[in-house]
């Protein structure tokens, strides 16, 4: 019998799996092993390569056969170790292997769930939010998550190119007084070397109106080579700059992801996480409670939990929202506030990242709230009386609301 338990206690643990599927014929020289080039110029790319060293199932083998005009398959030498030989339900596994499932649709599926082309005034600029742009400034990522979001414009065999107009883009941006902070994302910009990221980041640094820059990256974790001293003390040139990192299961958390991150910090690089809620990778409470601790450890801020998105063939990787609502509802009050993120759905269509949280609102008007508490205890607290005020919609609170 699986013991639960021991699974959990070794995914708190931060470890290094070097060298891993990489240990044949002598093995690799760690100059070689640590050099980010190295490890991007050695993902692995084909079936040969997978079969290689997995066992795979008939879902994956179809999956990497049928779905290669959809995303790219790609896993850096660094990441791919995490994965086991012969567990095809590994939360790893299934984040980075195609399946078939993945060419079969749903009727909730949508090419650009996040309603980013109709928000795009010039060519891979997104305008969704009053006082802050998305900047797509490329379409690589260092690995591909078989989840991707933009899945149609990046590996370079989607449904789309990207074409993004960097001057075009900057005019814009200084044309529109009202943006204050842009994110830079794809893609991942920390493919770019040191020169090319630092350009673009001084280019958008002279527009007098933008007070905050942000960068939305996967590099960290998958290839922790790339977070060298030298790009630390570049990107510490260009504060305030923030990272959003993306991490979605506790032992993506090596010991050179750890340090990667450590570097960053130590920068003074603000560091938040943005999971993404998945069957069979992080969808119960234990799993999440382990990861938001461990990022804690690497000085990383849990900040959001997106519920995934409705993706072309991404059915199979979907969750409830209940389930959503029941992760959050284990860590509020269970655990530290800052290990808590905010659990959103990235309204389809376009409406922008929507707070989902369970139901702590019991009653409201213009006398009185009614809440509840983490372990179901109900207060009362008065209202200012300002009939204008919106209130929740009134309703008795019994029993049957606790949890609604």
């Known amino acids: 019998m699986v013991n639960l338990t021991d699974g959990i206690e070794q995914e708190k643990a931060f470890r290094s799996h070097v060298p891993g599927y990489w240990a044949g014929n002598g093995g690799i020289a760690p100059e070689l092993w640590n050099d980010w080039k190295w490890q991007l110029k050695n993902r ?9 060293h997995l066992s795979l199932n008939e879902e994956e083998r179809a999956g990497v056969l049928l779905s290669g005009d959809k995303l790219a398959l790609a896993i850096t030498p660094h990441f791919f170790n995490l994965i086991p030989r012969e567990n095809p339900d590994d939360p790893i596994r299934r984040q980075m292997i195609p399946r078939i499932e993945e060419t079969r649709g749903s009727p909730y599926d949508m090419a650009d769930p996040c309603g980013e082309d109709s928000h795009m005034p010039v060519p891979g600029l997104v305008h969704r939010y009053p006082d802050r742009v998305l900047f797509l400034v490329t379409d690589r990522c260092a690995a591909y998550c078989r989840y991707c979001t933009r899945s ?16 075009e883009a900057f005019r814009y941006l200084e044309q529109h007084t009202e943006v204050r902070d842009v994110l830079l994302s794809g893609g991942d910009a920390l493919l770019f070397s040191d020169g090319k990221l630092e350009n673009l980041l ?6 007098p109106h933008i007070e905050f820059l942000r960068i939305g990256t996967r590099v960290p974790i998958f290839l922790p080579q790339r977070i060298t001293p030298e790009l630390c003390a570049m990107l510490a040139k260009y504060h305030p700059l923030w990272m959003s990192v993306h991490v ?5 958390l090596t010991i050179e992801v750890k340090e990667a991150l450590e570097r960053l910090a130590n920068a003074g690089i603000p560091l938040g996480n943005q999971s993404v809620l998945l069957a069979g990778v992080n969808d119960d409470l234990e799993t999440m409670k382990t990861l938001v601790h461990k990022l804690l450890m690497c000085r990383v801020r849990p900040y959001y ?38 659990y959103v759905i990235d309204a ?49 609170y019994h029993d049957e609301y606790l949890y609604s």
């Open 202 to 207: 001084s280019r958008l640094r002279t527009i």
């Open 248 to 252: 979605n299961h506790p032992r993506e």
């Open 152 to 167: 149609r414009v990046v590996s370079g065999v989607g449904e789309h190119e990207l074409h993004t107009d960097f001057e």
């Open 348 to 396: 389809p269509g376009g409406g922008g990242k929507v707070p989902i949280n369970p139901g702590y609102i019991l009653y409201h008007d213009n006398e009185k709230i009614v809440i509840r508490n983490y372990e179901g205890k109900i207060f009362e607290y008065p209202e200012t009386g300002n009939e204008n005020v919106q209130f929740a919609p009134q309703r008795e």
């Open 44 to 52: 692995v790319t084909k079936l040969a390569q997978l079969e290689e």
């Open 305 to 342: 939990i997106y519920q995934c998105d409705l993706i072309n063939g991404s059915s199979h990787l979907r969750t409830s929202v209940a389930k959503g609502i029941e992760i959050i509802e284990g860590l509020r009050g269970h655990t530290t506030g800052y290990a808590v993120p905010q």
